[in-house]
């Protein structure tokens, strides 16, 4: 009968282990309905093979999400790297400005762009980088794509970088490396968040944005294009949604088990992305000159290593994606300074 009665508690305690599920907040512009939260829930099926049990609380205000985390209210969360940084900066650091954009013979190479970020998570995968991962209690869980920020102007004039001069731009308050590039380029940051830089950009508050294809829709922004504006097919970054975990909530070594799961992830979101460009109308789209897309790159480069120099991008982070940026592009002239490269 002791026998009997061991067991029975051994399962019992087994039992309530497996019912005590770990909150994860998610951030997805639609909410439960969006489809990062069906991505997440493809996650919490993945997590009961490692024995554990998640539960999703969907967020259409990312600012409350990551409040709700920070504060203990959720064990994890999902939220793009602009409200993750404080977490982790060294991941943060791939949504820095230009970080991850390849110019190629002065045109836009999108394909070579998401391959930067594909090795960049990869880089972050893998077991070795385990330390950089962490940062006290949190450690990041996984990356994934969730496309490039483009520049949505109310007129296509604004097509070089001297045009910018003056012009109203929307300047998160949280990421304060905006309004650090805003000010180099002599334009106007206009204090902005993400639940209300659409309605400012539609109402005509400010000139310039800068968001995803997948915005897009759901934030009307055609209404503020009008007929004289436009979306411009340059990234200024490419954003990136990242799980950060609180892992004292969660077994030994299971960061790593996350970050894997979601390396396999990255196909499925870059997938969402290109769906989502392709949406966009054609009319709706502008190119720049390959002479103004690359003062744009070196404007971006030039932002990027003055707002690192500082201290609001991470210059660990910046030095590794510069090495993987220049193993997809090794011809940049970028690659023949010690730009980032010489960071303590």
């Known amino acids: 009968m002791s026998k009997i009665s061991a067991a029975a508690v051994l399962a019992l305690g087994a039992m309530s282990t497996a019912q005590a599920a770990q909150k994860i907040c998610v951030y997805d512009l639609l909410g439960a309905s969006g489809d990062l939260f069906s ?201 990136t949604y990242q799980l950060i975990l609180n892992k004292t909530k969660f077994p030994e070594g299971f960061g790593d088990q996350s970050r894997d799961y979601w390396l396999t992830q990255f196909d499925r979101a870059l997938q969402l992305v290109k769906q989502s460009d392709a949406s966009i109308p054609p009319a709706t789209w502008m190119d720049l000159s390959s002479e103004n897309a690359y003062k744009y790159t070196l404007m971006l480069r030039e932002s990027r290593i003055d707002i690192a120099q500082k201290g609001l991008y991470d210059k660990r982070g910046l030095k590794i994606i510069k090495r993987i940026r220049c193993s997809v592009n090794p011809v940049d002239p970028e690659c023949a300074t010690k730009s980032e490269e010489d960071w303590k």
Do not use: W
């Open 39 to 239: 991505m997440a829930k493809d996650y919490v099926i993945a997590a009961q093979r490692h024995g554990v049990s998640i539960e999703l609380k969907g967020y259409t205000d990312e600012r409350v999400a990551t409040e709700d985390f920070r504060t203990g209210q959720c064990d994890g969360v999902i939220a793009t790297a602009f409200r993750t940084r404080q977490f982790n900066q060294v991941a943060g650091a791939i949504d820095s400005l230009g970080a991850t954009t390849i110019v190629k013979d002065g045109k836009i190479d999108m394909a070579a762009s998401y391959e930067v970020v594909r090795r960049i998570v990869q880089t972050f995968s893998d077991p070795k980088a385990g330390k950089l991962m962490i940062d006290g209690n949190y450690e990041v869980g996984g990356v994934v794509p969730l496309g490039a920020a483009y520049p949505v102007v109310n007129d296509r004039k604004i097509n070089t970088v001297e045009a910018l001069a003056g012009k109203r731009i929307a300047s998160f308050d949280y990421d304060k490396a905006q309004a650090v590039m805003i000010q180099k380029i002599g334009a106007q940051p206009v204090s902005a968040d993400i639940m209300n830089f659409s309605s400012k950009f539609n109402n005509g508050s400010v000139d310039f944005i800068a968001a995803p294809t997948l915005a897009y829709k759901p934030l009307e922004l055609h209404k503020g294009i009008g007929k004289n504006g436009a979306m411009v097919r340059f990234p200024i970054l490419i954003l």
